[in-house]
């Protein structure tokens, strides 16, 4: 659910630039699309049309090699404006550098903190940085070694990514459930493995069960917890939860997060919290939720600068550790993921909670907003 702080998945090796490869990607791989550096046709249509306006464009119509060619990308202008699809001209790989056929998006809070212009970034910009997708072309002086990076720029048919930002994604996994390993599983895991440091038997709690939240529910399990708390405002999602390795479910509308924390726990708290929404009442309850010398792990983005407040005598008395997480290790923990998920360890299918259609792409954020997506919605672009 960031910036900067995924990779990118590949399937098979290339012998030579005009093979073709599969590709997943943690956290988009394009270049930030912008007025300066790429071509808008002039037709333009909101995400909100339908196809019977003429608005879908084969991707098996595009001629790579025979001149030039268009693809679709949905484009974030200004803050609280409607996305639209607008066409481009087709980015061409320069050296060192793919091209990809986009397969699939996740929709990632962070993605709706820029639409929504609580995080800055430069506009107009294809959004999206979750994704999977197929290598099928090369720029020059392409190699096979692997990357790591991050941008703006997974909602379109085609994106151009650097050529070392790739790692294999085994013909065992899927296109659209895997998008997820690059930003939600992979947060999630650098929060738990290196910010954390979960061991077996530690008791954890998790605020916010969302794509993230819902991760490190996962993660903890597999790390062996043996009190994994889920805590959020929404039943369903709750309920969910308990799937993804939750023994117990708090719901903060309905009692004090807090207070019911240290009674699971015995009047001790837990030995890790993690806050993966990003609001000030939940980083307090995330620090509040903690044993003595216990670890508060903030991995949730909010409004460009929000403050949250600590009580500075508990924190000392306490002996309590903040600590903020913004990813995992690329090279060293993406092989990891992908053997989690192959193992069935990390359930993908559990932790994806509805896939969308292309064109439904804006109307995915806005039911971002509403609190409706229960885990992670992903975008099937293919």
């Given amino acids: 659910m960031a910036f900067y702080r995924t990779s990118l998945l590949i399937r098979k090796a290339l012998s030579s630039n005009s093979s073709r490869r599969t590709a997943v990607f943690s956290s988009c791989g394009s270049l930030p699309y912008n007025s300066s550096n790429h071509d808008f046709r002039t037709r333009s249509y909101s995400s909100s049309e339908s196809e019977d306006k003429g608005t879908k464009i084969s991707a098996a ?126 947060t999630a895991y650098g929060a738990m493995a290196h910010a954390a440091e979960v061991r077996p038997g530690d008791a954890i709690a998790v605020i916010g069960i969302g794509g993230v939240g819902s991760s490190c529910l996962q993660i903890a399990r597999a790390f062996g917890a043996s009190e994994i708390i889920a805590v959020d405002v929404q039943d369903e999602k709750l309920q969910k939860a308990k799937l ?11 009692e004090d997060a807090v207070t019911k924390i240290k009674e699971i726990t015995g009047g001790r708290g837990v030995d890790v919290a993690v806050e993966a929404l990003g609001r000030v009442q939940t980083f307090s309850q995330c620090v509040q939720s903690v044993r003595d010398g216990g670890k508060a792990v903030m991995i949730g983005l909010t409004l460009s600068g929000a403050k949250g407040e600590i009580d500075i005598n508990h924190l000392v008395r306490r002996q309590i550790k903040v600590i903020g997480s913004y990813g995992g290790r690329a090279r060293q923990d993406l092989p990891k993921l992908i053997k989690l998920a192959e193992s069935g360890i990390f359930n993908l299918e559990v932790a994806v909670s509805e896939k969308r259609k292309f064109e439904d792409a804006g109307q995915a954020y806005k039911d971002l907003d509403r609190g409706s997506i229960l885990g992670r919605a992903v975008i099937e672009i293919m």
């Fill in 61 to 186: 119509g595009y001629h790579l090699s025979n001149g030039s060619s268009y693809m679709r990308g949905l484009v974030f202008w200004e803050p609280n404006k409607p996305l639209t699809f607008e066409d481009f001209n087709m980015p061409r790989p320069k050296a060192n550098e793919v091209l990809i056929k986009t397969k699939a998006c996740g929709v990632c809070h962070s993605d709706l903190h820029v639409i929504k212009g609580e995080l800055p970034f430069a506009s107009p910009c294809v959004v999206g940085h979750e994704i999977t997708g197929e290598v099928i072309e090369h720029g020059p002086l392409t190699d096979n070694k692997p990357v790591y990076m991050y941008s703006m720029g997974g909602l379109a048919e085609f994106c151009v990514v650097p050529a070392h930002g790739l790692a294999v994604l085994p013909d065992s996994l899927p296109y659209t459930e895997s998008a997820i390993l690059g930003c939600a599983v992979f």
């Fill in 244 to 254: 993804s390795g939750a023994t117990h479910a708090i719901n903060a509308l309905k």
